[in-house]
């Protein structure tokens, strides 16, 4: 997937600056098994205990889908080399999509302004934060469209996902197919669970623009600091990918990683 974050105006100082504000307010307010009164999500990123267990419950989904499609990557890659005269094709029942996992976008939610109030201290952190989502969020909803993401939370947190784990790993971004083929491993495990239908339209917008602020955050940071050749900078970005990989898919983030081409969840 191409980074869709487009000249981010942070200057290294203020990314720096973002990475420690955003780590100790995150420590401070998120890290806590008491965190607005449940333990499966976090207010913050999830903003009610509803949409935070039935998250739960698709990671956990996820994580089986995930792993199901690496080992039959490898599998296949296998086989390929031992393909014999007469193949016998299995095809696989057609998924019944029940689409849970799009949402009607509603124009009053303004996300860059409540992650600039949440996490900025000064006006200048402030104006930063809502910058770097702004433009983050027009390049995302540009590739969205032309990969049939729009409007579906599958969409921001696969992007999410990949961004924090190539910040992580400081590797390569995932290849078009493994983008592809995770989306629709979330896709489908929103599809698998029933109480998505529940979700409101505003909670499953609010979540995917917030997926989409936490990839602009770290892809403005790690971003700056590769190409000024920072180690420190992209250190402290690795840190705070590690920190938000574990924050909203509740996996360590060793645990995400590329295995057989593929994007796997353990």
């Given amino acids: 997937m191409k980074t869709t974050h487009r000249n981010a105006p942070a200057t290294l100082a203020f990314s720096f600056a973002l990475v420690i504000l955003f780590a100790g307010a995150a420590n401070a307010q998120w890290n806590s098994p008491n965190a607005y009164g449940y333990s499966t999500g976090y207010g913050t ?9 039935t998250m739960q419950s698709m990671y956990n989904v996820a994580r089986a889908k995930s792993q199901t499609t690496t080992k039959e990557a490898g599998t296949s890659s296998r086989a390929t080399s031992s393909t014999p005269s007469n193949p016998r094709v299995v095809v696989a029942p057609p998924r019944v999509a029940r689409n849970h996992g799009l949402f009607r976008p509603d124009t009053s939610v ?5 992650m ?3 996490l900025g201290d000064t006006p200048e952190h402030k104006a930063l934060i809502r910058e770097i989502y702004a433009a983050t969020k027009t390049g995302y909803e540009e590739a969205a469209a032309t990969r049939g993401w729009k409007n579906n ?3 921001g947190l696969t992007f999410f996902t990949v961004t924090a784990m190539t910040v992580y790993h400081a590797a390569d971004e995932p290849g078009e197919a493994a983008v592809d083929s995770h989306f629709k491993n979330l896709n489908a495990a929103l599809d698998e669970v029933p109480d998505f239908a529940a979700i409101s339209d505003k ?3 609010r979540f995917n623009n917030v997926m989409i602020g936490f990839a602009g955050i770290l892809l403005a940071g790690y971003s700056e600091g590769k190409q ?3 180690a420190e900078t992209m250190a402290g970005y690795k ?4 920190m938000m990989i ?4 509740k996996t360590d983030p060793e645990n995400l990683r590329m295995e057989n081409g593929q994007i796997v969840m353990k």
């Fill in 45 to 53: 990123v999830y903003g009610s205990f509803g949409l935070a267990s």
């Fill in 110 to 114: 303004d996300t860059g302004k409540a």
């Fill in 116 to 118: 600039a109030e949440a």
């Fill in 153 to 155: 939370i599958a969409g």
């Fill in 203 to 205: 909670e499953k917008q």
């Fill in 228 to 230: 000024n050749k920072d």
């Fill in 239 to 242: 840190k705070l990918a590690g």
């Fill in 246 to 249: 574990e924050m909203v898919l």
